[in-house]
């Protein structure tokens, strides 16, 4: 199965960048779609971009858009955020995905998750 490991949370200012990681093991990350989500305090997980397969298509939700960039090694078998022009509403912790391949108009989880890592933007 495949299993999810997420790094490079912290806190950080606002106007701040931060660069999450995402390592895959015992499966290959390449055969999936990506996708990076955030749960705000108190809020359901949201998808806020995702990535196909090749990494030749992205997603991105508004709220993140021109800010937030997804990529992804395949031979590394991992998966980027690099996340800049933070604001305080980025708060959160921040997991990786396999999704649906069809990522045209948001990012579906096959519910596959690692423990997450914490991102804080302090104002």
């Known amino acids: 199965q495949l299993q999810l490991v997420e790094s490079g949370g912290g806190l950080v200012q606002s106007g701040g960048s931060l660069r999450l990681s995402c390592v895959a093991s015992?499966?290959?990350?390449?055969?999936?779609?990506m996708g990076w989500f955030r749960q705000a305090p108190g809020k359901e997980r949201k998808g806020v971009t995702c990535?196909?397969?090749?990494?030749?298509?992205?997603y991105y939700d508004d709220s993140v858009k021109g800010r937030f960039t997804i990529s992804r090694d395949n031979a590394k078998e991992s998966v980027y955020l690099q996340m800049n022009s933070l604001k305080p509403e980025d708060t959160g912790v921040y997991y990786c995905?396999?999704?649906?391949?069809?990522?045209?108009?948001?990012?579906?989880?096959?519910?596959?998750w690692g423990q997450g890592t914490q991102v804080t933007v302090s104002s």
């Open positions: 015992r499966y290959t990350l390449s055969y999936y779609a």
């Open positions: 995905a396999p999704v649906r391949p069809s990522i045209q108009t948001g990012c579906a989880p096959y519910h596959t």
């Open positions: 990535i196909s397969s090749s990494g030749g298509s992205m």
